[in-house]
């Protein structure tokens, strides 16, 4: 799917803010000791693969950090994360049953950090609704387990890797994201996610086995990487997944309101018009669906 280099490497002139790797630097300590799998995802995955890895700038400033873990019981989870919270800077927070703080001596504010269960765990539809006394609330690891497959490996130095979902495999969870809340975040980033993918180690690939998209659109680069990284997202979708987007993408008034959310990012960063960027998405659109 990709021939970008595994482990993947910072730039050197990029560095993760010391808040930041502290936070990662303990979660992988812990979940590394207890042998539980998981990968980072959201935002602070975005962030570090377009800005630290390949140079990009973001879409915005986040400190939040989502940590997916491949579990089977609710038991394994309970554990996961009181050995989290036993651990030096860890606080529980009152918001969220899945959420914990962690906040060194020399910092000025707590980083939120979200432990989101996926695996054995979920139910046939990938949906689990969360034990007592926290029964009303349902989260979908949908595509989790596609992200999961095709994540990558980033090397942070100091002694840890980190394993991070691919930006496909971002995409295929923020899409699936915005079709359980409509979140304008996510089509945001789903936009800045096809807008990069081409630059964000596709380069070789556009001009070697895929020519062909770089040809189709008439050398417009970026315009070849939407439908590059809709192909990626089909090869690492389920049969499931795949529906479920594609439902999206047929749906003519979810995408109108899709494309109005994402719409007020894109002077942020270039001069692309609202027209150029709804050109990318329906470029990634049609792609995805055999058009």
């Known amino acids: ?3 970008i280099s595994n482990p993947l490497q910072l730039r050197a002139d990029r560095p993760l803010e010391p808040d930041r790797h502290a936070t990662l630097a303990a979660l992988d300590g812990i979940l590394n000791r207890l042998k539980c799998s998981y990968m980072l995802v959201g935002a602070t995955a975005r962030d570090i693969l377009l800005y630290n890895v390949f140079g990009q700038r973001v879409l915005r ?9 491949l579990i089977d019981s609710w038991d394994r989870f309970k554990t996961v994360k009181s050995e989290i919270l036993s651990a030096p800077d860890f606080q529980p ?9 962690h906040k060194t001596s020399g910092s000025a504010s707590s ?26 609330l349902v989260m979908n690891a949908a595509a989790f387990a596609d992200a999961y497959e095709s994540s990558i490996t980033v090397a942070i130095g100091s002694g840890f890797d980190l394993r991070i979902a691919s930006i496909q495999g971002l995409v295929l969870l923020k899409l699936l994201a915005w079709v359980d809340k409509a979140e304008s975040k996510q089509a945001q980033d789903v936009l800045r996610l096809i807008e990069t993918y081409a630059d964000s180690g596709n380069e070789d690939r556009l001009y070697t086995d895929k020519i062909d998209l770089l040809e189709a659109e008439e050398f417009d680069f970026r315009l070849a990487g939407a439908r590059l990284l809709a192909q990626d997202v ?6 499931r997944t795949v529906e479920i987007v594609r439902s999206l993408l047929r749906d003519s008034k979810r995408m109108n309101t899709f494309q109005s959310q994402m719409g007020g990012s894109i002077l942020h960063f270039d001069d692309s018009t609202v027209d150029q960027s709804g050109i990318r998405l329906r ?4 792609t995805f669906l055999g058009a």
């Open 1 to 3: 799917m990709s021939n």
């Open 61 to 69: 400033a986040t400190q939040d950090v989502d940590i997916a873990i």
């Open 93 to 101: 927070s009152t918001v969220q049953p899945y959420r914990v703080l």
């Open 111 to 136: 980083t939120p950090v979200d432990i989101l269960p996926f695996g054995e765990i979920a139910t046939e539809a990938e949906a689990f609704r969360w034990p007592p006394p926290d029964t009303d």
């Open 234 to 239: 089909l090869v690492l979708a389920a049969p």
């Open 283 to 286: 470029a990634f659109a049609d």
